[in-house]
Structure formats: C-alpha cells, structure tokens
C-alpha cells in the first residue's frame, strides 16, 4: 500500500516531549440501527435494564480502579448516573411502549440531557457525563465494543474528539505513546492526565480525527505539531532522538537552577502524601490541594482525620517547606459535606476562601488540625488561602492562621483584582502563589474546562504574563517569594519566560520536573528575562511560543 502524503496538524503542545508511531483513534460513540419491533416487552425490558447495570458496573469498576481521587469521583458519579432509579424507569415505561432497548435507552438519556442543558451552567456540563453512559448501555445493549481506548496490539499515538475521565484513568503510558485531540484545552483533563503520566499531547487539533488507522506519524508535545504519513525510518529515528532526550532528563538531578546558577525553587502539586514519589524529584511541595482528601465525603472530616493527613505529608517533606492550600471548594471541586446551595453561576460565587463567609468555622478547624500537625511533626507548614480576592480577605486569612502558630501565611492569586493588588496582599502576606489556571479563566472570561475557548485560556497569553509580571515585581519590592503553582509552571520553555518575569518557585506535578529542571538549566537568567520581554511583546500566544521558541534554539 503506498504512504500516504506527509501532512502537517497543529494544534496546542500541552504536555512536553516527543514520540512517533501509528495512529489509532478512540472507538466512538455506538451508531444505533434503524429500531426493530419488539415481541417480547419483558425479555427487551431486561435486556435494557441489563445494559444500564453493565454501564453502572463497568464505570464502578473503572472507579475502584482509578488511582487519581478526581478521576475516581467522576467516575462514580457516572455510576451513580447509571444506575439512577428514574434514568431506568423512563427506559422501562419506553420498552413497554413499543421501543426496543437500544432506542429506549437513547431517548431516555437524550430527555436527561436536555433537562440538565436546561438548568445551565456547572449542570449543564454533566450531560457530557451522560453522554458517556448512553454510549456504554447502548453498547452493551447491541454487544458492540464498549467506546474506548483502541488495542492494536502495538504501542500506538491514541487520536480522540476528545477524552473522558472513563477513557483515561487506566491508560498505560507503556502502550499509548502520545495522546492527539481533536477538542480540549491547556487545562482539559487530557491536559492534566497527560502532563501526570509524562506523555507527549497536543489538543484543539483539527483534523486528527481524519488520520486513517495505522497512518504513521510523530507527535511534537512542545510545538504543537503532529506530522502524519511519515515512513516507518522517520518514526524510528525519532523515537531514538525521543528517547535520548528522556535518558538526559532522567539523569538531570539537584535543586533548579539557571545556567548562571540563579536559584528556582521546583517544587511539587500533590493532592495527599501518596503523591509523592520515592525519591521525590521536587524541592517541596508547593501545592498540597487539601480539598482533595474531602472530595468524596458527605460528613466533615473530623480534627484528628484532618490532622493525620497534615501530618503524613509534612513528614515525607521533613527537611524541605510544604504550602498547604485550605479547602478549595466549590465549581469543578463540589466538597458535598459543606452543604453549599447550588449557584447560578458557580465560578462566580461562594468558592475557595469564599466559603468561610459563610462557615468561618471549617476554615478554622482546618487551620487548627495544621498546627496540631505541625506541632506534631516538628515541621512548619506554608499555608494559603484559595480565590483570596482583597487584600482584606488577606488581612483576615492571614490573622486566623497566625493566631494559630502558623508563620507562613500567603494565598493564591487566581483572580485579577488580586494580581492588579498583589503589593497590597503582601503587606498581609509572607508569600503568593499564582494559580494560572483560574488567573486565565478570569482574567479571559472563560471557562477553564472549555475546550472551544482553549485559546483564551491558554498560559502564553500575553495579557496573563502581565499579571503575573505585576506580582513578581511586588514579590521583588517586597521581598517576597512569588510562585507560580497553575498547570504554566509545567511548561519547560514557559517555565524559562515566568523566570524571566521574576517568579522564585514553579510548582507542578512530579513528571513534569525533570523537564522544567532541564529547560531551567539550559538558560541563563538573562536570557529567561530576553524571553519573557519577547513574550510580553508578542500580539498573541502563538507568536510569543514562536518568538521565544525562536530564542531558544538560537
Ligand atoms: C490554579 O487555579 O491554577 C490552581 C493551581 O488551582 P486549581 O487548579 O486547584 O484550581
Ligand atoms: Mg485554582
């Protein structure tokens, strides 16, 4: 057969490195045959009914199996979905209509999904969530494969519209040698899954999803490029040159540090102790997402739980600082045991440190369990506050931590008006930490898990650079460490602008060290400060990527 024409895709790089390969694209959604008579009203009802339990127990399945504690609660909620008493009680009064199951079950969720599209906002974006359910009963219904990931029996480049929680959580980085969509964002859950398992990614990828089965291409996570129709010699030769540059990041070790020696802190996100590797690549933690622990609970934690789990984390950092980031609740993080009302606008309403309006007293027994667990463990925790918006929730923040013995006491700054006063909160503060995952759903107006709008929320903005420009130069004035702990600090060649702009920590998952360490070490500080110049220049991210990629390679 001959190769099809070489062809170039571009898309946004979103998880480092590169890889080459077949393509295999994800098995879509199941295609319903034209509807059949039904004989037998109580054979098709069961048939039905055994379709929504076959979807409820494999996403059960796929939960228990989930070692990611987001993954695993939106895989149960599926769960939950699947089994929903009404979802299979419209599917029955459907069959006993006259439907056969595979149709009842489609109508029934499509009636679900509009209900929920009406509600709007954070609601409406379950339906995807129902989507997915639909497709595995009906499936199961029709002894179709279950959508997911292809096995070609060779390690591949998986192509996708995009990935749900259920396609990924057991994905094998063994197997799947870079990850290409079609839809998604910087801060996707592709993003994230991809960046986590140290995979090369590149999403908002047009075309991709045309790529015929088997078709060999190279995947370029850093550029954002995808070449298709390679021969089988290219591929070869750049996995070899793939592989050379991962043998030379795992044999980066040491602090970080410029090429002229000017100190980076690198430090990790984890969301409990059992994030953090056997010989730990970081340099600390700088965000410990606490939320994380409470995700799934329906009843507060109570002191000594909380306590306990403060406690395994500072002792696996016993030399080193830890930033504990308070309950983080509300939008994408629902914590149901603080009984918040649902909003209209989610993001827009009582989240992060907003909460304790509201509840002042979880707040404080959160603070209380920290400086239990640091008396405990002799250590002395960072701690922050999430969604700090004034420097009088500073203020406020900043005395409920210190009366407790906490001494280090900062907060993210995820919302602009923050970052415009980031002088202001560090006369209340020792320190800030800037979350650019929310600073750009913010700053952009755009929904961080919205993938038609991943241009917007993309790090390289230049108008998001300025803000974090802004709180390193108060960070400078004061004195003051100045992070950066959003998905940005994982990106090696960005990591080399926000140095430049004058941040003194990144803080990003463990995978994603070695890399940044790398990038770092490869710069002097004059030259991150030349690339963070051309950054802020440029008109858009596209040109600051291409302008300091540019300087980069020169
Ligand atoms: C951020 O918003 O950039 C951040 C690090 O917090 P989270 O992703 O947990 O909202
Ligand atoms: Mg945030």
Known sequence: MPEPAPGVLRGLGISPGR????????????????????????????????????????????????????????L????????????????????????????????????????????????????????????????????????????????FILAAGDLAPADTVNLDPGVVLALVTEKGGPTSHTAILARALGIPAVVACPGILSVADGTWASVDGDAGEVR????????????????????????????????????????????????????????GVGLFRSEFLFLDRRTAPSHEEQTRAYEDVLRAFPDAAVVVRTLDAGTDKPLPFLGLPEEHNPALGVRGLRVARRSPEVLDAQLDALAEAARASGASPWVMAPMVTTAGEAADFARRARVRGITH?????????????????????????????????????????????ADLLDPWQPALLQLIERCAEAGRAAGKPV???????????????????GVTSLSMSARSVPAVRDALARHSLGQCREHARLALTAADPGAARAAVREAAAA
Do not use: W
């Not at 879509?28 to 379709?51: F, I, K, N, S, Y």
């Not at 599917?91 to 149709?103: I, K, W, Y």
């Not at 929920?116 to 409406?124: D, E, F, T």
């Open 483 to 501: 992070g950066v702990c959003g998905e940005a600090a994982a990106d090696p060649l960005l990591a080399t602008v926000l140095v430049g702009l």
């Open 76 to 155: 149960e909620a599926q769960a939950m979905i699947a089994a929903d008493p009404m979802l299979r009680e419209s599917v029955e009064q459907r069959v006993a209509a006259g439907s056969d199951a595979a149709h009842a079950i489609d109508a029934a969720c499509a009636e679900q999904r509009e209900a929920l599209l009406a509600v709007g906002g954070y609601i409406a974006e379950r339906a995807s969530d129902l989507d997915d359910v639909r497709n595995r009963a009906v499936a199961a219904v029709l002894g179709l494969p279950m959508p997911g990931l292809p096995s070609p029996g060779h390690p």
């Open 409 to 453: 006491v900062g907060a993210m700054v995820e919302v602009p008006a923050a970052a415009l006063h980031a002088d202001r909160l560090l006369a209340e503060l020792d320190f800030l930490s800037i979350g650019t995952n929310d600073l750009s759903q913010y700053t952009f107006a755009a929904d961080r898990q919205h993938g038609e709008l």
């Open 19 to 74: 890889a080459a390969g077949r393509v295999h694209t994800m098995a879509g959604p199941p295609l319903l045959p034209a509807p059949v008579p039904v004989a037998d009203t109580d054979a098709e009802t069961a048939r039905a009914v055994r379709g929504l339990e076959s979807a409820a127990g494999e996403l059960a399945a796929r939960a228990q199996g989930a070692a990611d504690p987001t993954a695993r609660e939106i």
């Open 228 to 283: 298709t129709g390679i021969d089988e010699r290219t591929a070869a030769d750049v996995e070899r040159a793939a592989r050379a540059d991962r043998d030379r990041l795992a044999s980066s070790t040491g602090p970080g540090r410029t090429a002229d020696g000017h100190p980076v802190k690198l430090l990790l996100n984890i969301g409990s102790a059992a994030d953090v590797p056997a010989g730990s690549p970081g340099e």
